[in-house]
């Protein structure tokens, strides 16, 4: 894969020392005099967070300590973020001492997630510390009788003319203590950043490299026990009868804990744990509840059963359309599959819980922890450690609230649960179905005249972070349940089911309308992109099956109905590094390889509207015989304005097209009466390494424009340049993902 640019590592003891009061050392806060004028509008994260040493402190033995509430997925953030502070500071990076996701330490950011980081938590970061080293140079200058001007800072030390110097505890400790962030403080210009804009390498890589202990998964704390949970035979199942003697006598076991329908174990070795709940669960009488659909098909469910129905976007009209064109796309349940499965450990001492935890809002799971143990939030402490990437809300927040309530039963003990891979696919929530049907008129120069995008979807987030009920799935086994918080839609501009359904596209007379099931008979919550991966898709077929009627290449039917430069100029881009030489589509009609039918497409979005500027080029081969698709390479251009860490963009940007790639080919859930069955990867298969496909990705830097997200950029118009792709090979259009071999020889025979 290739890449060009244009334009906390946990120990036994930092276990135990967690639990007291907070890393040691001073908190300095900073006073900067003479606000400048014309500020610009203060970010989301300082309104919500407006302390400086939320942000950044200097302790008086010279530490410098910066401070997030984003947490490193995989993503690579954390790099970036001690990227932006650095040079802000004026420090070398490998200087600062960086705190991540900790409820009693940082800023609540809520969750990592929807591309957000860098663009809200970094430019918070950012001003932060600008304001910081400000502060701290004007101490300094005044000290020394000099203007600011004349003083400057090398790797945290201040120098001025002959021979004056001061290092950032020194001038610390000449300042107020803690204040709000000035927001008036400026960050440096593009043009004098010599850190932001270079590909840093990776701090969190060596470490995973070298087996050191990184993750979640290796922590071991002393006097540490085991638990595992029982769990039911059906998402709707309660339990009636357990011998709770014979259960307490199985191997290992030091307590059996029973709250209603919860049932779970506490062991002195994991396997015993494992072993004991799956054994309990065995011999446990249940009752099971109605069947999950009600029998039907989870796409006749969805276009039949009761639904909000709201229209929530709408532009005026324009000539009226001479003909009109619909089509109905469905893609099936999709899992977070991740290799490592969800991992907690939690400890009660003293009427106070500690959960360590990798779930991708800290202190959203803290407020759900609280209500559903009935407690004060204050009591509750949520540490993030690194885990198994998911990029969504998958089990670490449920296992989080099992940790919690069998380590209740052994108060002093810290305890250990680790779901299995199995329970992992059957008990996390899954990305939802979804059908969209797309109408668009057309005026009689053939152009679109109208547009409609209908979505019809169950929650595209069930995650923690309400003011009630509680989103931990245990919760609501209790015997005194605590109800999973009102069910809503996100609404625009960022969406949840509607995401990217509103379009990229300058047409008149738009519509999006939603059909939003509350009710879920699979529990799903937030998959990477929410509904924007399947909605960007949907459209950009849909702009290629109008293509393909107009008689026109689809690279020039998007041109033509583009305004925007910016996803203009990704599409030119794209388009011009893989060499493609566009033809119009014949309905019917493929491209013969040799036995094989081959065929290149292309995809387009602007993420959330408002995000990065993706255009995907793939090309792909279909086995007739078979209905197999390979996909032979992918282009990318992205444009995200300006970028802080190139081969971290790169990396996000590649690693989502992998991964749309097998959302796209491979991966749906299965389910029968009681639950999901689709629970190990043979059920439930995900594209492996020999089958990832050659990248080439171009970056269109623009320094002189604000960062924006790219994480969740690149999969909708990969989605899409593969559909696309096997549209042009084969002249048929396959409508249903993931595009299976049966439903391309369905295709191919219609």
Not at 113 to 142: K, M, N, P, Y
Not at 150 to 157: P, T
Not at 212 to 239: S, T
Not at 570 to 589: D, H, I, K, N
Request: a neutral charge; glycine letters at 10%; one cysteine or more.
């Amino acid at each position: 894969m290739t890449m060009g640019a244009e334009s906390l590592s946990p120990s036994r003891r930092g276990f135990l020392a967690a639990l007291g009061a907070g890393a040691a050392g001073l908190a300095i806060g900073f006073r900067l005099d003479g606000a400048q004028a014309q500020a610009p509008a203060v970010t989301p994260m300082l309104r919500a967070n407006p302390r400086l040493d939320s942000w950044v402190r200097i302790t008086p033995d010279g530490r410098i300590v910066v401070l997030t509430g984003r947490v490193e997925l995989g993503q690579g953030v954390l790099t970036a973020m001690r990227q932006i502070a650095a040079e802000e500071l004026d420090v070398a990076p490998d200087r600062l001492e960086l705190i991540s996701g900790d409820t009693a330490e940082t800023a609540d950011e809520g969750v990592t997630a929807g591309s957000q980081s860098i663009r809200f938590g970094g430019e918070a970061l950012g001003v932060a510390c600008a304001d910081a080293r400000a502060t701290l140079v004007g101490v300094a200058a005044e000290a020394w009788g000099v203007e600011r001007a004349a003083v400057s800072v090398k790797d945290g030390v201040i120098e001025g003319i002959g021979g004056h110097r001061m290092t950032y505890a020194e001038a610390a400790a000449r300042v107020s203590l803690v204040r709000p962030v000035d927001t008036a403080a400026r960050r440096k210009p593009p043009g004098a950043a010599t850190l932001v804009g270079t590909s840093m390498p990776r701090t969190d890589i060596p470490a995973k490299v070298f087996g050191r202990q990184v993750f979640i998964h290796d922590l071991r704390p002393e006097g540490m026990l085991f638990g595992a949970v029982a769990r039911p035979p059906a998402y709707a199942a309660r339990l009636v009868a357990l011998d709770l003697a014979w259960a307490k006598s199985l191997p290992g076991v030091v307590e059996v804990v029973r709250d209603g329908s919860f049932l779970g174990v506490v062991a002195r070795r994991e396997e015993q744990a494992n072993d004991a709940a799956r054994r309990i669960a065995a011999a446990a009488t249940w009752q099971d509840g109605a069947p999950i659909f009600g029998g039907r098909g989870v796409f006749d469910h969805l276009l039949t059963a009761p639904a909000k129905v709201d229209t929530i976007h709408t532009t005026p009209a324009g000539p009226a359309a001479v003909r009109t064109k619909r089509a109905e796309y469905r893609r099936g349940f999709q899992a977070h599959a991740s290799i490592g499965a969800s991992c907690a450990l939690a400890e009660w001492k003293d009427g106070r819980l500690t959960v360590w935890s990798h779930a991708q809002g800290p202190f959203p799971l803290r407020g759900d922890l609280a209500r559903g143990l009935r407690m004060d939030a204050a009591a509750v402490r949520v540490i993030h450690v690194q885990g198994s990437g998911c990029y969504g809300h998958n089990g670490a927040d449920d296992v989080a609230l099992d940790a919690a309530l069998l380590a209740r039963a052994v108060p002093g003990r810290p305890v250990r649960v680790h779901w299995t891979h199995e329970e992992e696919m059957v008990w996390e929530p899954w990305g939802s179905a979804m059908v969209v049907r797309m109408e668009a008129g057309l005026g009689a120069d053939g152009s679109i005249a109208s547009w409609g995008h209908d979505v019809w979807s169950f929650p595209h987030s069930t995650r923690p972070g309400g003011t009630t009920g509680c989103n931990l799935r245990s919760a609501w086994y209790l015997e005194n349940p605590v109800p999973m918080s009102p069910v809503v839609d996100g609404p625009l501009p960022n969406g949840a089911a509607a995401r990217n359904a509103v379009p990229i596209y300058a047409v008149p007379g738009q519509r999006v309308t939603t059909h939003f099931h509350a009710e879920m008979p699979v529990r799903t919550s937030a998959l990477r992109t929410l509904g924007g991966y399947f909605n960007a898709v949907a459209a950009e077929m849909f702009m290629d099956d109008l293509a393909a009627e107009a008689g026109v290449d689809p690279v020039a039917w998007r041109l033509r109905h583009l305004r925007d430069p910016r996803l203009a100029a990704v599409l030119r881009r794209a388009v011009e590094v893989s060499g493609w030489q566009p033809r119009a589509v014949t309905p019917g009609r493929g491209q013969a390889e040799g036995t094989l039918l081959v065929g290149t497409g292309v995809g387009l979005s602007k993420y959330k509207n408002s995000d990065s500027h993706v255009a995907v080029v793939a090309r792909v081969a279909v086995e007739p015989a078979t209905g197999r698709v390979h996909v032979r390479k992918m282009w990318a251009a992205t444009e995200a304005g300006r970028l802080v860490n190139p081969d971290g963009v790169t990396n996000q940007i590649e690693g989502g097209m992998v991964q749309a790639a097998s959302w796209t080919l491979l991966e749906e859930g299965r389910w029968d009466a009681r639950r999901m069955v689709s629970e190990d990867y043979a059920a439930y298969p995900i594209l492996g390494f020999e089958a990832v496909p050659p990248i080439e990705s171009v970056l269109m830097d623009r320094p002189d424009l604000p960062s924006l997200g790219v994480g969740e950029g690149s999969q909708g118009p990969t989605g899409a340049a593969i559909a696309n792709a096997i549209l042009d090979a084969t002249g048929r259009r396959v409508a249903e993902i993931p595009f299976t071999p049966d439903r391309v020889r369905a295709a191919l025979a219609g």
